[in-house]
């Protein structure tokens, strides 16, 4: 994992930027550079990654080569007799690295995607040098001096707005990344970043390691009671792939709740299996996280410090639209009490329930799932297990997802089956806009394996930008447990929701139409970013669309209008919980990252500095533990470090434009035209919030949210906090 700073670097610097064309001559022989397919632009369409020839033998040549050929590119720019101008300064930084750029991209995707040891060993071998390269680039003196002289004279360079704006950028990045300090501070900064880089990446191994190895094997069938015929077929096959012929393993989900608690019957197995999710990375053992986390928390305060600011939190949001810990811990702490007393109401439900079927017990974090399903059934007379056959993969993706981007933007999509892929169980479509041009080719990649990092996400492959005139390649990741073979692949509801998530991410990749590779896509504020993909989600169950993708599997018959209707209904239920488990995360996540170095707890301390944190932000409610807990907080020690919260920032402007969509006639082009055109168009040429304003039309307000997650006493949704 990148550190929120070398992230910050990374995207200012060129490092995570579109290749160019025009090759420098890295220190490679002209055979080894023939060989190795990152020395030239591929030429398959659009620039697709040749999987097909990469190696994984090819990475460390082109990395090495890499970033030599850009720090002598970055000294030519530094030291260039010329007064500086924006061409021969800030143009010529975003032109340089495209060896680095096309391999640590293809890296970088592939290890979260699709990891092995070769590839593991190579991000930690790496992970330092990268950050010495950013910090080389970034206090680069003479670099920042050019810089500087082009920002105080920004306004009188003849730019237009993007261009002004991207001198801002990269000076306000140069001095975030340590420009002004004295040598002897950055020599500090260059050893802080290094060793935090190694610990990230550390971090991020254990996860992986130990949520492979806390899978819960299971000896006999009848503790599975409740699963499928298919689910016990997959937990069979899960134990025979890990030697364990004849017993069952049921796989981990990074979350701290794991989807089977919802329907094993068996209340020890359920116990079981989330007593293996919540004690990852703090079992003891060597995936144990909490001497990395606690030495991450330490340095990142030091850091913070070290650059001006009182702890971590107040340099990330410094950036953000949030802009100070203040306005996050204001957000947060407004939400906390509603929530928290939505999920008591919710509890109260479940608890009855248990007493109606004779239970004795008290409500535990493993029957939530459970009774949840139960009292689904009761409220709105369906559970997730009659959803399940109307929700095939393909017709969700093709009629559902795919339909939803022709109907509001009159994209159309063509499978392809002649380029290279780097798993099987991968695929790629060719994306044309309404007047038949190519927009971008997309990669799909649903299923979950052992070397894939858990949740989801998406990423590009090839980023827009005028400059390079490259057209964008993007990938979505899911992590939906793949069926036995001939199988179809059934989803549930929650993973619907997010491929069209994931896909309002593709778009907004998709549709970036600016000058400069800075401001790609999706590079905006991490507090922004989710905010396109939570706007897509809500096609997911507009009748229009969901009318032409929920059909049964075997029969093709439509979903029946009635559990439409209760799909519709029941979208509020359980948001006490929801918004409990998340919360909890999220303001974690801001108490780690706003003490200073000497709050910081040593690694025995890590865990009850996680309870107190809890206990004072009133989110310690046992039946609902927060979505992650520290050792397994993959975010927060990687790339949203202080930056949790940004989901639920962003979910004011999605409720917002939800309503707006709404407010004017819905699924329409002209509404899909309108948000591409305003917003999903821009990527961060723009500030963001005037993004949405140009967008909305106003300023963003805080009550839909509210309406949205059941939080407002005095709607009828709210009431008993479980519709
Ligand atoms: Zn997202």
Known sequence: MTTRLALALAASLGLSMPAYAQDPAPAATEAARAANPFFAESPLPLHYPQFDRIKDSD??????????????EVDAIADNPEPATFDNTILAMEKSGQVLNRAQTVFFSLVGADTNPVREKLRSDYSGKFAAHGDAIALNGKLFARVASLYAERDSLGLDAEGVRLVERYHTDFVRGGAKLSDADKAKLKAMNSELAALGTKFSQNVLADVNASAVVIDEVKQLDGFTPEQIATAAEAAKARKLEGKYVITLLNTTGQPPESQLTDRATRQKLHEASVARGSHGGEFDNREIISKIMKLRADRAKLL???????????????????????????????????????????????????????????????????VRTAKYNFDESQ?????????????????????LYGLSFKKRTDLPLY?????TYDVFDADGQQLAIFIVDMYARDSKRGGAWMNSYVSQSGLTGYKPVVANHLNIPKPPAGKPTLLTWDEVTTAFHEFGHALHGMFSNVKYPYFTGTSVPRDFVEYPSQVNEMWADWPAILKNYAKHHETGAPMPQELLDKV?????????????????????DQRWHQISADQVPDAAGVMAFEAAAQKADGTDYAPVPPRYRTPYFSHIMGGYSAGYYAYIWSE???????????????LTRANGDHFRKTLLSQGGSQDALQLFRNFAGHEPKIEPLLKKRGLVADTPEAGAGSK
């Not at 009490?337 to 109606?356: C, F, G, H, T, W």
């Not at 798993?423 to 695929?427: F, G």
């Open 59 to 72: 990475f460390a040549p082109a990395f090495d080569a890499g970033m030599a050929a850009q720090l002598k």
């Open 568 to 588: 519709v209904a029941a979208s509020k239920f359980n948001q006490g919980f929801a918004t409990t488990e998340y919360l909890g995360a999220a303001m974690l």
């Open 423 to 427: 798993h099987p169980d991968t695929a």
């Open 308 to 374: 001006g600011y009182p702890n971590h939190a107040a340099y990330v949001l410094e950036d953000e639209t949030a802009k100070t810990p203040q306005a996050v811990n204001d957000m947060l702490g407004k939400l906390a009490p509603a929530a928290v007393a939505n999920a008591k109401r919710e509890a109260a439900d479940l608890q009855a329930m248990i007493k109606s079927e004779g239970g004795d017990f008290e409500l535990a974090p493993w029957d939530w799932a459970f009774y949840t399903e139960k």
């Open 387 to 407: 959803l399940k056959p109307y929700l095939e993969l393909n017709n969700v993706l093709e009629n559902g997802v795919f339909y939803a981007a022709n109907q």
């Open 652 to 666: 004011v402007l999605d409720a917002n434009s939800v309503e707006w969509f709404k407010n004017n006639g819905g």
